[in-house]
Nanobody, 124 residues
Framework: QVQLVESGGGLVQTGGSLRLSCATS????????VAWFRHAPGKERGFVAR????????YYAEFVKGRFTISRDNANDTVYLQMNNLNPEDTAVYYC?????????????????WGQGTQVTVSS
């Protein structure tokens, strides 16, 4: 069973930065992908970014390209989401998710394992 624990959310002003962390445990092999999704009030849960644990291949939603960076630390089993130049539209609960397949997937039902989420609020 894979466990995911997010941290790093908080309140930041427009133009500010935050780094989210997703601590993973329980993986039995490296053929995993980890992704970040976000869920804002009144909207569906949406894909943000993903990274293949074995090959490090990344993929981003169009609206975060150039602002967000996903990375992994194999030694600490942690995935990060560096978020820069934040704006109020980025306000949401951010979730870390994992799947036992490192093909690129952007639909939330493709991911079987989820963390509890961390709130990100960007003030104007």
């Amino acid at each position: 069973q894979v466990q995911l624990v997010e941290s790093g959310g908080g309140l930041v002003q427009t133009g500010g930065s935050l780094r989210l962390s997703c601590a993973t445990s329980g993986r039995t092999n490296s053929n995993y992908a980890v992704a970040w999704f976000r869920h804002a009030p009144g909207k569906e849960r949406g894909f943000v970014a993903r990274i293949g644990w074995r090959n490090g291949v990344t993929y981003y939603a169009e609206f975060v390209k150039g602002r967000f960076t996903i990375s992994r630390d194999n030694a600490n089993d942690t995935v990060y989401l560096q978020m820069n130049n934040l704006n109020p539209e980025d306000t949401a609960v951010y979730y870390c998710a994992a799947r036992r397949n490192d093909d690129i997937a952007t639909l939330h039902w493709s991911y079987a394992y989820w963390g509890q989420g961390t709130q990100v609020t960007v003030s104007s």
